[in-house]
Structure formats: C-alpha cells, structure tokens
C-alpha cells in the first residue's frame, strides 16, 4: 500500500477507501457488498471489546497519549484533508456554520489532542465499586462498573468528534465504530489513523475504534440493526432526518440525541445587568452548539424597559431576532416570529423572542415546544428560581448561568459524546462514566435461599 | 354498573372487560377499537405522570397502604378471581411450574400486601440528590433523582406482578401501564382494582396505575410503539415469543428481560458439601423463578466423586439430570443431553450437566449459552473466584452462594419489577431506583461561557 496522499499512511488492518482522486485502496467495501464490510466490522469489533474490557488503565492511557502526539505530529496532514473536505462543503453551498463546525486548524487540532490526554489523565472507571453493603445472612454486594462492550456512534460533520467519542469510548473499556458525516470522511479518516497508531503502541487492538470506510447511507441502517448483535448501543448525533430514522429503524438501544431547543426565561425578579450577559452569551457565544439558546422567554411582569434592553443587546451583537407581537412593539428591528420558530433549532445567528406569564408561563412554554436539552431561568427570586427547576424536566436545568455550559468539560467529565435527551441511562452530557454499565457481585460464604 | 360477580366492585374510571359470564361491562373496547382504548389509556397515563411526578412521598406512601389493606380485605374476592383463572389454565393444559406462578392463596396475597408496605416503607428516591459538586467557576452542579414518566410492562401470567409493578412504578413517581398475562386477568384485575382505590384514598390519579383492558395482542403491539409517545420505557416479562416480538417491533427504550438461563459451576477448590446445598437450593427451592439454576458445570479436575455426589443429590431431591458423557458416566440414572438442553431454560425440576476445563471451560460454556442473568461459582480458591467474576459478565455474579438470591428483595431493594439482562439503565434487579432517571440542576450567579 502506498503513502496516501496527505502524507498519513492507512493502517494495514484499517480499512482505506477509494481516496478522492481515484487511486484504488484496499476497499473491502469495493470488493464486496457494504453488508459483507459491515459485518466484518462487527465482529472484529466484538473481539476488540472482549480485549479492551480487560485492558489495564495503563495501557489505555498510554494508547491515548500516543494518540495524542500523534494527533499534534500529523496537525498538516490533518489540516490537508481537512482543507479537502471544507472545499466540497464550501461547494455544496454548506452554510457558515456548518463549515465551522467542520473546520479544523493547529488550534482545534491542539484542542483535540489535549482532550485525548484529559480523557487519559481521568480516572478509569472500569472495575470500581459504585456501591457495596451487606445483608443481614452474611451476604456482601458490589455494584461494579464495566463496560458497555461495542458503541456505535453516528455523527454529523464534526470532525473532532472521531477523536473525542473514540477515546471516550476507549477509556470506559468499549470497542467503538465511528461513522462520521460523510462531508468530513477525509478529516476523520486522518484522525483515526492516530487513534489507530496509538492503540498499536499500547498493544492493544486497533479493531477497538473502528472508522466505517463507507459512507454509504446502507451502512448506517445495518448500524442501527446491531450488525447481528455486534453493536450494544448506538450513540447518534445529528439533525432531524438522522434522528427520525433512527426512531424508524434503530433495533438496538440507542442514546437520543435530539436537538437543542433551549431556552432561557428572565423572570420579572431578574437583574437586568446579569439578564444581558447571559441572553447575549447563551445564544451568542457559539451560535452552532446545542447548548446554545433558542428561543428567549421573557416574564410579561418585568420591569417596563427589560424587554427592550434585552433585545436591543442581541441585535447590537449581531443576532437577527424574530418575536412575538409584544417584542416587535419593544424594537423594530424585531422580526415578526411564526408558530414554526417556537420550534426551530437554528444553530445561527438567530433567537426568537417571546413574552410569557410569569415563570408557569415559562414552563408551559417549554413544555410544549422544548426538546428537554437544557433550559435556564435568570431570577433572583428562590422560590420562582426552585419552581422553575422542579417543575421542568430537561437533561440540565441552569438558575442565573448560561445555557452554554450545557458541555461536558464545563461539569467537569472531560470530554463529551454529546448531550443526551433521552431519559434512560445517559441523560445529560455523555461523558466516560456514562458509556458503562455495571454488575453486580455477590459473594458468600455457602448461603443458601430458604 | 352492578358488582361484579366476584364482588369486588369495578370503578367507575376503570375500564371493565367484558366478563365472562357474558354479562357487558362499561367495554370501551367492545365500543370502540383497541386502538382507541389503548390511546385514551396513553393519554391518560402521561397526564396521570405529571401529577405523580410531583406527588409527595406522604402521598404516594398512603396511597401503598391503603391499598395493601385494600389487598387483605379482598383476600376471598381475590382468591376466587384466581380460581377462575386457574380453572381456565388447568383445563389448557398448562404444566405445574405455570400453575404455580398463577395460584393465589390468603397467603400469597398477604404476601403481596406486606410487598406493598414495604415498598411504602422504603424512601421516597424522586428529588434526591444522587451527586453533587462546585466547578472552579463557582457553578454547583447536582444530580438529581426524577422520574421516568409513564412505564409500560408486559406480563406473563403471574397475578403479584400486577401488584409489585404498579407500586414501584407508583413509588418511584411514575405512571404505569400493566398488561398481564391474558390468563391471570381476572386475578390481576381484582388486584388491580385495590390499587386504584388506594390511589383515590390518597387523593393521586387512579389512572397513575391502569391495566390494559382487553387480553387483544394488538394491544401489545400498541404498547411496543409508545402508544404515541405515551410511554418512556417498556419492560417485558416473558418467555421467548415476547421478547422476539419486542425486539422486533419495539419502538421505545426496552428494560431487556431475557430469560434466565444460570448456571453454578463447581471448582476443583470447592467445598463439596457446600457445593451439594448450593446446587440442590440454586436449581430446586422453586424451579419456575428466573434465578433457579439450570446448567450445572462441574471442573474435570474436581475430586474423583465429586461429579456423583453433585448428582445423586439433585436426583434425590426429584430432579431429572440431563448430562454428558462424563455426567452418564458417574450415575446411571442421568439422562443424555442434547445441545439443545445447553440453551433451555427448563423453569422446572430438570437440570442439564457439563464437565468443563476448569474455570476458563466454565467461563467459555457460560460466554456461549448464557443469558447474562445470573452465573455463580463454587470455589475455595480466591483467585478462580476473581477470575470468573472479573471475566464474566452476567447481570449477577455470585461466589459460594445460591442462584436463587437474583432477587431485589434478597438484595435489599424491595420488591422488583424483574431481573434486566440488557446492558443499559437498569441491569440485574429491577427496583424503585432502577424506575427512576436523573437531571442536572445548575445554580449559578451570573456565570456566562467565555
């Protein structure tokens, strides 16, 4: 096999694709049907997770800090493909954020690399008692974790995700399989091979973070049927359609990912100074996030003029601001605001305003339209700010902070697969405790049930 | 509406089924199809969730009480509704370890009453904080216990279910769904009936536990696809044909129920006459539980006898012994095993016999025809020990200890919905904390991202 182009040599055992000038590569996926790739992707899976399961944390460290250095040593061969892929998005007419989530620079590259080596530096979670007692017979029961086995994770054109979840995955002792949007396949594809590289190092088995080598659509749905009991759980990231087709299709246990509709409600009891900074830096901050805010509600009864600064602050910053009748009457720059932006994700530059009553006006607002991702209330009165946090249900609720905390490095997790909006097992950011489970062991000394 | 023939009296929010004497209840699904029933019962469960999320213990407490009491005063009505059900399943056909299952008697019943109280007497988990901690930014971060919302569970015919489950589910803040086994609906509706009336004691939602009122198997498919976004989580109880159709047609996180296919492996380091009462107990304190044992593994290296001693003893307690070559070999009266015994769960007084290779045979035999329930090992050596219950992976795992314990109130839970053998949010026994999910609260004082 010859050096690819971008300087970073695939990896035997790793499946390489027919690179974008038309070179052949060793593409099972060429020489069979993408079912027969898929399946053989499974079960090296499958065996890589019986190995990495009882992997030390030293070999698992030392495989992500090899990565890592990988990662800062192949940063222009990484940016190359990186440039590939952003030159066909460009060219597909991909909007500004999508290219910046798909953007990768020696900065971003860096980032990466330091996650790696903070995923390494976290304590492994595998093997330890999350909780241990002793019945009245003599009986003593561990709860242990372990890990979850094989994670599939679907993902959008987030190239660093491929270094993020495959680490992550990693540290909890599980076998990965990445499909990446197909828009960032050469970025990833760059990036894995690190990870790769880096497991060799540490002797452990490449198969354990995987790269589909397709980007045919048909490998995602063998995905979500399990690949023949391969895959435990699937981990999907993306927009509507991706979502809708796991709902349709999934067969296996899946982590929801649905959007980030969030919201941030200022109470009448708010401190308008603080109100600003945070409206301003929940949708402003990083507009392409899912923690950033969508929609802004605001108390009906709070002070005459709190509207209008709050508004006016988003326009000077840039955002286009779409509101109900009363936010229109506040500027009128505003917008007029239809029954679709209640519910729309925009990921841009872009918020819509409107008035509620009071804070069960809020929280009947996010009932309705929410995506129980992550909802912040500004108030400095406690009963209200407690009313809020009750009565909602949202992976993450926030009193007086930014929904842009929504992030598992702001908890303190490390790095993070995303936020899940589901309600079992992981909700919230997933970070390396949520991709395990746990057992229980039960020791005795002859017991017997009477 | 008249008093039923069994004289516990529907309620009038309760759905009635047609009886069978042919007299017509108040039947919406005599009226209408199962399709609307079933979406007036999803509605009503989500509606009733929202109420009992926020019920206080106190209430939810009363309302376990009252209905335990509400259990002993209907011991006769309830005892002649099982009489019923038990004439129809004796005249079927049904084998002896199914009619166990079925029987209700004063005794059995006081049971589920005293299951009742307890699960009253646990504390209430909704709202605890399960974790929380300060960032350096001064964000205080909890973990706090919610709900799951509205659970669906799908039952053979064993009447306590109908009990156990809709008080946890009630316990833990959520709705629930219960459809029992077609052939325990009479005994599950006259329990159901004291439920709903403890409900209503306490001022709660009588529709916070509703039976599906109909024994149509369309109304199973219904449940397995949310019933319209109804219910969060399904957990089924069943054998083989259940759990086929669920994961075919499943829409909606699944509690994995698999069966119970354990397994006791005796080592060469074992104590033989702890070995014999662990292996009489495991397989014949009651054969129809999940728990009971149903492959006996025995080290080829254990000492001579030992495999004949293992043997006798189960065939004087009256268990048929189905073994291999090595298993005929030590006692003429066991049985030859077929590959197929390896795989069945027998759920009666039968046992399959294997000689394996030490602990890794046991390991390999286990990692091939388990069900990941429940798996013990005999052994004095610690090291063997540690190696089976480090390189398994069962839900339980037990050292010099019955099978029989998989049980959440052996472990100290309570009562229990079942034993999970799927991987994710609840795993082994399926108890009040087990029905219940998180949320991150986050208070802050101005903090915005930078």
């Known amino acids: ?89 460009a060219e597909a007419g991909r909007p500004g954020s999508f290219l910046d989530r798909l953007m990768l620079d020696a900065g971003r590259i860096d980032g990466m690399a330091k996650g790696l080596e903070e995923i390494a530096a976290l304590p492994d979670p595998v093997g330890t008692a999350m909780a241990e007692w002793t019945r009245p017979n003599g009986l003593t029961i561990q709860r242990v974790r372990v890990p979850l086995g094989v994670v599939g994770i679907i993902y959008e054109s987030r190239p660093n995700v491929t270094a993020d979840a495959g680490a992550l995955c990693l540290k909890a002792g599980n076998a990965a399989i990445l499909r990446g949007g197909s828009e960032s396949h050469h970025s990833a594809r760059a990036i894995h091979t690190c990870l790769a590289r880096g497991l060799r190092g540490a002797g452990l088995p490449e198969t354990a973070i995987q790269l589909v080598p397709t980007t045919d659509r048909e490998a995602v749905g063998l995905m979500l049927k399990g690949l023949g009991g391969a895959i435990d759980v699937i981990v999907p990231r993306g927009g509507k359609s991706l979502v809708a087709r796991v709902q349709e299709e999934a067969r296996v246990p899946v982590f929801a990912h649905l959007e980030g509709l969030c919201h941030t409600y200022v109470d009448r009891s708010a401190d308008l100074e603080m109100a600003k900074r945070i409206v301003v830096n929940a949708k402003m901050r990083r507009t392409g996030v899912c923690g950033a805010t969508e929609t802004l509600l605001v108390d009906r009864a709070a002070p005459e003029g709190c509207l209008a600064v709050l508004v006016a602050a988003l326009i000077e910053a840039d955002c286009e601001v779409r509101g109900d009748g009363a936010a229109q009457d506040a500027d009128s720059r505003v917008k007029p605001a239809t029954e679709q932006d209640w519910s729309t994700e925009y990921l841009d530059a872009i918020i819509s305003v409107k008035v509620v009553d009071g804070v069960d006006g809020a929280i009947a607002h996010i009932q309705t339209y929410g995506s129980q991702h992550t909802d912040a209330i500004v108030a400095d009165d406690q009963a209200t700010a407690e009313r809020f946090l009750t009565r909602l249900d949202s992976a993450i609720l926030l009193h ?38 746990f057992k229980y062991v039960v020791r005795g000394t002859g017991q017997t049930r009477p």
């Open 400 to 437: 007086n902070a930014s929904t842009q905390f929504a992030d598992g490095g702001e908890f303190g997790m490390g790095a993070e697969i995303g936020i899940a909006t589901g309600r079992l097992h992981a909700r919230g950011p997933v970070g390396v405790e949520q991709l395990t489970t």
């Open 1 to 89: 096999m010859t050096a690819d182009r971008d300087g970073v040599r695939p990896l035997a055992t790793t499946f390489a694709v027919k690179s974008s000038n038309g070179r052949e590569g060793s593409d099972p996926v060429a020489q069979g049907s993408v079912g027969e790739a898929m399946q053989v992707l499974g079960a090296a899976a499958r065996e890589a997770a019986r190995g990495v399961a009882l992997a030390s944390a030293e070999a698992k460290d030392q495989a992500l800090e090899a990565a890592a250095a990988q990662l800062r040593r192949a940063t222009a061969a990484i940016v190359e493909a990186n440039k590939r892929d952003l030159a066909a998005a």
